[in-house]
């Protein structure tokens, strides 16, 4: 079953058309400081969880997101199995969309604001090693990814993002399980490269950019990493290689380090605002932050290019 039109697809993806859309920042890093690290998503079916992730959300959305990432990141089957969480995986997913919903609308009643805050279903690597470097199957990656997607899809979000993934193979095998479930649903898909603008498989940024392209994704860049500052270089690979494309650029608020026994990441919201400045000659359509990045970090960026 597939309740998105194509006019709403064409709809998003107009917004990116007019302005740029800042999405959020980092959920997993937000949910470690309240004491959650292992298996966040399972938050989104405890009752004192659910209101934790709203937290995050609400943040984001008051700093000026546009998008918001339901807390879905490690919501596969794959991930979930790790977890011991396979049999809620319909649930976790499924509520992890009404808390998103939830926090547009807490945020709506307490402003009065009719700003136009879009649901994206996160959706994270599986963990596994695909074929010929691991054992996991190209077809079975696929299937599982569909499954998530499904539950996301049937519960109404605006878009699918795939991100973080490091292998270009396991990224076009969550685009095809987003094909499989949907024709209509945008698709947006980021990997993460290193410093040299390649990731950890081996796939240059520009090459993962035009398969993507090509394989039906609407909007493709570029996640977590080493930090804002060395993301510049990807950003402009992309752009060169695909000069019409719809561009994503999430990094990280640089490389975690540990400090007195905890993580810390060093770039601050104004550091990492007057990198992402950077980006704007390049025209990205969407921006946003990853691990390590709070509400204060979008709140910056968002400023920066209001
Ligand atoms: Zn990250």
Redesign the pocket.
Same mark, same amino acid.
């Given at each position: 079953m597939d309740s998105h039109s194509s006019a709403e697809k064409h709809n998003f993806l107009n917004f990116l058309d007019e302005k740029i859309l800042i999405c959020d920042g980092?959920m997993g890093t937000m949910l470690q400081k309240v004491g959650y690290s292992a298996c966040p998503d399972y938050l989104n079916i405890e009752k004192d969880g659910k209101k934790k992730v709203v937290n995050v959300h609400l943040g984001y959305i008051k700093a000026g997101s546009d998008i918001i990432q339901t807390n879905t990141f490690g919501s596969n089957p794959y991930k979930l199995k790790s977890c011991g969480l396979l049999p809620d995986m319909e649930k976790i997913n499924k509520n992890a969309v009404s808390i998103a919903n939830e926090a547009v609308k807490i945020y709506k009643e307490e402003t009065g604001s009719s700003r136009h805050i879009f649901i994206a279903g996160d959706i994270g690597p599986t963990g596994k090693l695909l074929e010929p470097a691991g054992d996991a199957k190209y077809s079975e990656v696929v299937d599982l990814y569909s499954r998530q997607i499904d539950i996301l899809v049937k519960n109404s979000v605006d878009l699918i993002l795939i991100e973080?993934i490091m292998d270009l193979n396991e990224a076009a095998a969550a685009v095809e399980a987003v094909k499989k479930v949907t024709s209509s649903m945008p698709v947006a898909c980021t990997m993460t490269f290193g410093e040299n603008g390649v990731s950890m498989m081996g796939n240059k940024a520009e090459d993962s950019l035009v398969i993507l392209l090509n394989s039906g994704c609407d909007i493709v860049g570029a996640? @977590?990493g080493m930090g804002s500052d060395s993301m510049l270089g990807i950003v402009k690979k992309m752009r060169k290689a695909a000069p019409d494309a719809k561009l994503i650029f999430q990094p990280?608020a640089g490389l975690p380090v540990l400090k007195n026994g905890k993580t810390v990441y060093n770039e601050t919201p104004e550091s990492m605002a007057s990198n992402t400045k950077e980006f704007l000659p390049y025209k990205p359509s969407i921006l946003g932050a @990853?691990?390590g990045s709070t509400p204060a970090h979008i709140s910056k960026i968002a400023q920066l290019v209001r």
């Open positions: 980092a973080t996640n @977590c990280n @990853c691990c």
